[in-house]
């Protein structure tokens, strides 16, 4: 083998440093994406909910027009069974 002169050991320590300081700089990277992932995640979270909510809305909308419907009904059934027996 041979001898690894001094310039060759200060440029393979180099080297290394380069390489330790762009891993470093990975991890930061990766620690924000992950980072801003959650946060993507947690917005989608509240979305969706948002979403799911007005896709009830209609529902809840018809329900009460139904049922204010069906109290006019009832109400009215029951007025004119009131005047048929005689009750004013």
């Given at each position: 083998?041979?001898?690894?002169?001094?310039?060759?050991?200060?440029?393979?320590?180099r080297?290394?440093?380069?390489?330790?300081?762009?891993?470093?700089?990975g991890?930061?990277?990766?620690?924000?994406?992950?980072?801003?992932?959650?946060?993507?995640?947690?917005?989608?979270?509240?979305?969706?909910?948002?979403?799911?909510?007005?896709q009830?809305?209609?529902?809840?909308?018809?329900?009460?027009?139904?049922?204010?419907?069906?109290?006019?009904?009832?109400?009215?059934?029951?007025?004119?069974?009131?005047?048929?027996?005689?009750?004013?």
């Amino acid at each position: 083998m041979s001898d690894v002169t001094r310039e060759e050991f200060d440029d393979l320590k180099r080297q290394v440093a380069d390489n330790t300081e762009r891993l470093h700089r990975g991890d930061t990277t990766l620690a924000l994406l992950d980072q801003r992932l959650g946060q993507i995640d947690d917005k989608l979270a509240e979305l969706a909910a948002g979403v799911k909510a007005l896709q009830e809305k209609p529902g809840k909308r018809w329900e009460s027009i139904s049922g204010a419907v069906l109290q006019w009904v009832v109400t009215a059934l029951l007025a004119f069974i009131a005047v048929k027996i005689g009750l004013r």
